[in-house]
T-cell receptor, first 113, second 110 residues
Framework: KAGVTQTPRYLIKTRGQQVTLSCSPI?????VSWYQQTPGQGLQFLFE???????NKGNFPGRFSGRQFSNSRSEMNVSTLELGDSALYLC????????????FGSGTQLSVL | QQQVKQSPQSLIVQKGGISIINCAYE??????FPWYQQFPGKGPALLIA?????SEKKEGRFTISFNKSAKQFSLHIMDSQPGDSATYFC?????????FGTGTSLTVIP
């Protein structure tokens, strides 16, 4: 079985721009969660999507949004980028919930200049 | 507010030594405590996990010790090897998500 695939691996953007990240979960997994990883902060939960619906949300501003398609693939969007948004964004899939065993992708490294 | 506190931030151990990473939590509703291992350029991968009704779980060279009354748990890596050099995250499961510690960067010196 293929693992969780995230694209692109690296992104460089400037302040004020917006960005879209993509995640393809493991086949059969219906839950996709997104995390922000920064040095010193660890992994911070952004949100979870299940069956095309946002089921849970972390404590991030509305500039961070996402969606899930009928094939369980998910996208995350960050609008009006700020310098502090520079981070590794990780996607994790699980069969049916964000609090089950998580399988992570390799992440998208976003740099905001 | 960090729900799971992890220490140390970094750790250097000689090959063959014991690596110990500690985590503490406050929410007694957490019911599952995994450890994740992350190599550079990769996402975290589940290493070992424990439930709060068990005080210790061992898998090969990796052991979790769990102290429910103190709300603390730790990862012990016996006979540490250079290949164990990675970042380790503890986590705790809540009702809807996992809460992660801030990570420990482990370097094992040959």
């Amino acid at each position: 079985k293929a693992g969780v695939t995230q694209t692109p691996r690296y992104l460089i953007k400037t302040r004020g721009q917006q960005v879209t990240l993509s995640c393809s979960p493991i086949s059969g997994h219906r839950s996709v969660s997104w995390y922000q990883q920064t040095p010193g902060q660890g992994l911070q939960f952004l949100f979870e999507y299940f069956s095309e619906t946002q089921r849970n949300k972390g404590n991030f501003p509305g500039r961070f949004s996402g969606r899930q398609f009928s094939n369980s693939r998910s996208e995350m969007n960050v609008s009006t980028l700020e310098l502090g948004d520079s981070a590794l964004y990780l996607c994790a899939s699980s069969p049916s919930g964000a609090n089950e065993k998580l399988f992570f992708g390799s992440g998208t490294q976003l740099s905001v200049l | 507010q960090q729900q799971v506190k992890q220490s140390p931030q970094s750790l250097i151990v000689q090959k063959g030594g014991i690596s110990i990473i500690n985590c503490a939590y406050e929410n007694t509703a957490f019911d599952y405590f995994p450890w994740y291992q992350q190599f550079p350029g990769k996402g975290p991968a589940l290493l070992i996990a424990i439930r709060p009704d068990v005080s210790e779980k061992k898998e090969g060279r990796f052991t979790i010790s769990f102290n429910k009354s103190a709300k603390q748990f730790s990862l012990h890596i016996m006979d540490s090897q250079p290949g164990d050099s990675a970042t380790y995250f503890c986590a705790a499961r809540g009702a809807t998500q996992f809460y992660f510690g801030t990570g420990t960067s482990l370097t094992v010196i040959p």
